[in-house]
Every structure is written in structure tokens, then in C-alpha cells.
């Protein structure tokens, strides 16, 4: 079993729509990161959370550290939103990255 | 603006060259690291560098070599010995080891013929 889980593995909907992306961990961490890659490659990081909510933009990440539980919400869904979204632990100085969710968000 | 630069974004070579992936990063920071990107997988680290003229292995060093001379540098090679070389490979940096500012390049993909 991976430590860190996504689901869904992938996930296509319409323009508009509210989108929730999972992600549960095994271990003991000190922060969780969203980061979000484009089909070029590059990644970019989206939220850095080690408690409670955050909220940028019509992104909002979420995390339970009771349960070891984050998601990642997107609100009004765009197609420029389209991309995978990867969920990363930090734990012993490290970063433990999920396989990611490919979002697919058509007009 | 800061960031790190990652070059070439594509390289091809022949089976049994080494290779060497450039990063660059001027953000100040002291941690810098290596990861391999491969379909339907997490990221792997491959190796980590804490400060100038130190590095460790991560969870899939074999076949790899790094270098960290400079804060700014921290170059990857990719040599005869890894099986497997075909993949998408990733650079990063934090203010320090597991520290904030986690930044990303935007990676270069390598193919072996």
C-alpha cells in the first residue's frame, strides 16, 4: 500500500462543475502540499497545509490531520483547470508524492 | 523573477551514454533535489542535496550521480549503469531541507534509444 492514496485516479466533468479531489496518507507528517502539473511537465504549488483550510482563488484545500485526510476542492470548474493534481506529504524532512488525479474539465 | 531552470526539456541519447540534466535555481535556497517521474507513479526521489558540497541518496539513487559545487547548481547524471532511463525528470528546491518554498522546474524528458 502506498502511503500516500488520490482518488480518483482520474476525473473528467463539465465546465461549472464543483470538484473534489481525495487524498489519505499513512504516515506522520508536518505539512501536506497540492501541487498541479500541466501537460508540459512543470509543476507548480498550489496550497502548503499543515492544519484547518485554505482558499485561493476557486481553490480551496482542506486537511484533517486526526484522520489523515486532505481534499482539494475547485469551484465553477474551467478547462484551463484541466491538469493532474498531485498531493505530497512532508514527513521526515521528505516529500512522499500520491500517483496523482488527471482532471479533465470539457466545455 | 526566481525560479529554477531546468534544461534541455527534451534530450535522446543512445543507450550505454551518460547523460547530464542541468538545474538552476536563484531563489537562495539550500536544498535542492532530484525526482523521476514515471506513468501512473508518485514522484521518486533520487537524490537530495542539504547544503553546497553535500548530497544523499534518495529512494533510487543506483544508476545516478549528482554534483553540488554551487548553492545554484545541482546537476544530474544519468549513467550506463540505470537499467531503466527513459523518464521524465524533475528538479526542486526549499529554503532548507523539508523546509517552505518547495519549488519545481519544469523538467526535462529523456529518451534512450
Known amino acids: 500500500k502506498n502511503e500516500v492514496e488520490q482518488s480518483p485516479q482520474n476525473l473528467t466533468a463539465q465546465e461549472g462543475e464543483f470538484i473534489t479531489i481525495n487524498c489519505s496518507y499513512s504516515?506522520?507528517?508536518?505539512?501536506l502540499h497540492w501541487l498541479q502539473q500541466h501537460p508540459g511537465g512543470g509543476i507548480v504549488s498550489l496550497f502548503m497545509l499543515s492544519s484547518g483550510k485554505k482558499k485561493h482563488g476557486r481553490l480551496i484545500a482542506t486537511i484533517n490531520i486526526q484522520e489523515k485526510h486532505s481534499s482539494l476542492h475547485i469551484t465553477a470548474s474551467h478547462p484551463r483547470d484541466s491538469a493532474v493534481y498531485i498531493c505530497a506529504v512532508l514527513g521526515a524532512q521528505k516529500l512522499v508524492f500520491g500517483q496523482g488525479t488527471r482532471l479533465t474539465i470539457n466545455p | 523573477d526566481g525560479g529554477i531552470t531546468q534544461s534541455p526539456k527534451y534530450l535522446f541519447r543512445k543507450e550505454g551514454q551518460n547523460v547530464t540534466l542541468s538545474c538552476e535555481q536563484n531563489l537562495n535556497h539550500d536544498a535542492m533535489y532530484w525526482y523521476r517521474q514515471d506513468p501512473g507513479q508518485g514522484l521518486r526521489l533520487i537524490y537530495y542535496?542539504?547544503?553546497?558540497?553535500?548530497?544523499q541518496k534518495g529512494d533510487i539513487a543506483e544508476g545516478y550521480s549528482v554534483s553540488r559545487e554551487k548553492k545554484e547548481s545541482f546537476p544530474l547524471t544519468v549513467t550506463s549503469a540505470q537499467k531503466n532511463p527513459t523518464a521524465f525528470y524533475l528538479c526542486?528546491?526549499?529554503?532548507?531541507?523539508?523546509?517552505?518554498?518547495?519549488?519545481f522546474g519544469s523538467g526535462t524528458r529523456l529518451t534512450v534509444v
Open positions: 504516515v506522520g507528517i508536518s505539512a
Open positions: 526542486a528546491s526549499s529554503t532548507t531541507l523539508g523546509g517552505y518554498g518547495y519549488t
Open positions: 542535496s542539504q547544503i553546497v558540497n553535500d548530497f
